[in-house]
Protein backbone atom coordinates (compact mmCIF):
# COMPACT_ATOMS: atom_id res chain seq x y z
CA UNK A 1 0.00 0.00 0.00
CA UNK A 2 1.68 3.09 -1.30
CA UNK A 3 0.88 6.68 0.76
CA UNK A 4 1.43 10.19 -0.92
CA UNK A 5 3.91 12.05 1.57
CA UNK A 6 2.58 15.51 1.56
CA UNK A 7 5.60 18.14 0.40
CA UNK A 8 6.43 22.02 0.54
CA UNK A 9 4.23 22.12 4.08
CA UNK A 10 6.66 25.07 4.68
CA UNK A 11 5.22 27.64 1.57
CA UNK A 12 1.65 28.90 1.83
CA UNK A 13 -0.93 28.28 -1.20
CA UNK A 14 -1.18 30.82 -3.65
CA UNK A 15 -4.96 31.81 -4.40
CA UNK A 16 -5.29 35.53 -5.64
CA UNK A 17 -2.84 34.96 -8.40
CA UNK A 18 0.87 35.14 -7.50
CA UNK A 19 -0.11 36.53 -3.45
CA UNK A 20 -1.01 34.08 -1.36
CA UNK A 21 -4.19 34.92 1.37
CA UNK A 22 -2.26 36.56 4.23
CA UNK A 23 -0.61 38.84 1.25
CA UNK A 24 -3.81 39.79 -0.41
CA UNK A 25 -5.72 40.68 2.75
CA UNK A 26 -2.93 42.76 3.90
CA UNK A 27 -2.80 44.83 0.96
CA UNK A 28 -6.65 44.64 0.24
CA UNK A 29 -7.15 45.95 3.68
CA UNK A 30 -4.82 48.86 2.59
CA UNK A 31 -6.17 49.82 -0.62
CA UNK A 32 -10.35 49.33 1.44
CA UNK A 33 -8.52 51.90 3.83
CA UNK A 34 -7.22 54.30 0.85
CA UNK A 35 -10.67 54.27 -1.23
CA UNK A 36 -12.43 54.69 2.31
CA UNK A 37 -10.08 57.93 3.13
CA UNK A 38 -10.50 59.47 -0.21
CA UNK A 39 -14.42 60.41 0.58
CA UNK A 40 -13.08 62.28 4.07
CA UNK A 41 -9.62 64.10 2.68
CA UNK A 42 -8.85 66.43 0.46
CA UNK A 43 -6.72 65.40 -2.14
CA UNK A 44 -3.04 66.48 -1.37
CA UNK A 45 -3.25 64.84 2.11
CA UNK A 46 -4.95 62.01 0.73
CA UNK A 47 -2.33 61.48 -1.21
CA UNK A 48 -0.05 61.24 1.28
CA UNK A 49 -1.73 59.46 3.23
CA UNK A 50 -3.09 56.75 1.42
CA UNK A 51 1.26 57.00 -0.12
CA UNK A 52 1.69 55.89 3.73
CA UNK A 53 -0.36 53.33 4.64
CA UNK A 54 -0.23 51.36 0.83
CA UNK A 55 3.67 51.33 1.53
CA UNK A 56 3.08 50.21 5.02
CA UNK A 57 0.42 47.21 3.91
CA UNK A 58 2.83 46.63 1.08
CA UNK A 59 5.70 45.97 3.35
CA UNK A 60 3.65 43.98 5.78
CA UNK A 61 2.52 41.85 3.11
CA UNK A 62 6.19 41.24 1.21
CA UNK A 63 8.87 41.73 3.86
CA UNK A 64 10.36 39.37 5.60
CA UNK A 65 13.12 39.53 8.25
CA UNK A 66 15.55 36.48 8.80
CA UNK A 67 12.86 34.45 6.87
CA UNK A 68 9.76 36.01 9.19
CA UNK A 69 6.95 37.85 8.09
CA UNK A 70 7.49 41.21 8.84
CA UNK A 71 3.87 41.16 10.89
CA UNK A 72 5.51 38.82 13.48
CA UNK A 73 8.65 40.71 13.62
CA UNK A 74 6.80 43.97 15.12
CA UNK A 75 4.26 42.18 17.16
CA UNK A 76 7.46 40.55 19.02
CA UNK A 77 9.11 43.95 18.77
CA UNK A 78 6.11 45.92 20.43
CA UNK A 79 5.61 43.08 22.75
CA UNK A 80 9.27 43.08 23.56
CA UNK A 81 9.03 46.87 24.64
CA UNK A 82 5.83 46.81 26.36
CA UNK A 83 6.56 43.96 28.97
CA UNK A 84 8.70 44.77 31.76
CA UNK A 85 12.37 42.87 32.03
CA UNK A 86 14.10 41.26 34.65
CA UNK A 87 17.17 41.95 35.04
CA UNK A 88 18.95 39.25 36.98
CA UNK A 89 22.80 39.59 38.63
CA UNK A 90 24.56 37.96 41.57
CA UNK A 91 25.23 40.07 44.32
CA UNK A 92 29.30 40.31 44.67
CA UNK A 93 29.70 38.95 48.36
CA UNK A 94 32.01 41.01 50.16
CA UNK A 95 35.36 39.93 52.41
CA UNK A 96 34.00 40.22 56.10
CA UNK A 97 36.78 41.34 58.54
CA UNK A 98 37.17 41.24 62.00
CA UNK A 99 36.66 43.95 63.87
CA UNK A 100 39.88 45.91 65.08
CA UNK A 101 40.76 44.94 68.82
CA UNK A 102 42.07 47.14 70.88
CA UNK A 103 46.44 46.46 71.32
CA UNK A 104 46.77 44.64 74.40
CA UNK A 105 49.77 44.89 76.36
CA UNK A 106 49.77 40.99 78.17
CA UNK A 107 48.73 38.12 75.36
CA UNK A 108 45.41 36.21 76.55
CA UNK A 109 45.46 32.57 76.72
CA UNK A 110 42.40 33.41 74.37
CA UNK A 111 44.47 34.97 71.43
CA UNK A 112 47.08 32.34 71.77
CA UNK A 113 44.65 29.76 71.00
CA UNK A 114 43.09 32.08 67.97
CA UNK A 115 46.55 32.82 66.65
CA UNK A 116 47.40 28.82 66.64
CA UNK A 117 43.46 28.81 64.79
CA UNK A 118 44.78 30.94 62.09
CA UNK A 119 47.87 29.74 61.88
CA UNK A 120 46.88 26.09 61.24
CA UNK A 121 44.23 27.31 58.96
CA UNK A 122 47.30 29.54 56.91
CA UNK A 123 48.77 26.22 56.46
CA UNK A 124 46.13 24.73 54.99
CA UNK A 125 45.35 27.08 52.34
CA UNK A 126 49.08 27.64 51.07
CA UNK A 127 51.31 24.33 52.01
CA UNK A 128 51.76 22.10 49.61
CA UNK A 129 53.27 19.10 52.13
CA UNK A 130 50.40 17.07 54.07
CA UNK A 131 50.19 18.19 57.40
CA UNK A 132 50.80 14.96 60.27
CA UNK A 133 48.33 12.98 61.14
CA UNK A 134 45.49 14.82 59.32
CA UNK A 135 46.24 13.69 55.74
CA UNK A 136 47.39 10.06 54.41
CA UNK A 137 49.36 10.20 51.85
CA UNK A 138 48.90 9.12 48.02
CA UNK A 139 50.27 6.50 46.99
CA UNK A 140 52.43 5.67 43.72
CA UNK A 141 50.74 7.62 40.49
CA UNK A 142 50.74 5.74 37.41
CA UNK A 143 53.89 6.99 35.90
CA UNK A 144 55.49 5.49 39.07
CA UNK A 145 54.26 1.99 38.63
CA UNK A 146 54.67 2.14 34.51
CA UNK A 147 58.43 3.41 35.22
CA UNK A 148 58.92 0.74 37.44
CA UNK A 149 57.21 -2.19 35.04
CA UNK A 150 59.54 -3.61 32.61
CA UNK A 151 57.65 -1.97 29.27
CA UNK A 152 58.31 1.24 28.19
CA UNK A 153 55.79 4.15 28.06
CA UNK A 154 56.35 7.23 26.81
CA UNK A 155 54.42 10.50 27.47
CA UNK A 156 53.54 11.54 23.50
CA UNK A 157 52.04 15.09 22.84
CA UNK A 158 49.64 15.14 19.84
CA UNK A 159 49.03 18.06 16.92
CA UNK A 160 46.02 18.94 19.05
CA UNK A 161 47.88 19.49 22.31
CA UNK A 162 46.71 16.90 24.26
CA UNK A 163 49.32 14.59 25.83
CA UNK A 164 48.86 10.48 25.99
CA UNK A 165 50.57 7.86 27.64
CA UNK A 166 51.60 5.44 24.82
CA UNK A 167 53.53 1.65 24.93
CA UNK A 168 56.95 2.36 23.08
CA UNK A 169 56.97 -0.75 21.16
CA UNK A 170 60.95 -1.00 18.75
CA UNK A 171 60.74 -2.41 15.60
CA UNK A 172 64.35 -3.51 15.34
Given at each position: ?????????E????????????????????????F????????V??????????????????IQ??????????????????????????????????????????P????????????????????????P???????????D????????????R???????????????
Amino acid sequence: MQFQVPQFIETEDRIVGPLTLKQFLYVAAGGALCFALFFFLQTVPWILLAFIIMSASVAMAFIQVNGRPLAVTLSAALVYYWQPRFYIWQKEEKEQKLPDMPAQHAPSPLASAKSLIENLREQLNTSKNPLPQREKKIGPSILDQVKSSKERFEMMRKITGEREMARRIDYR
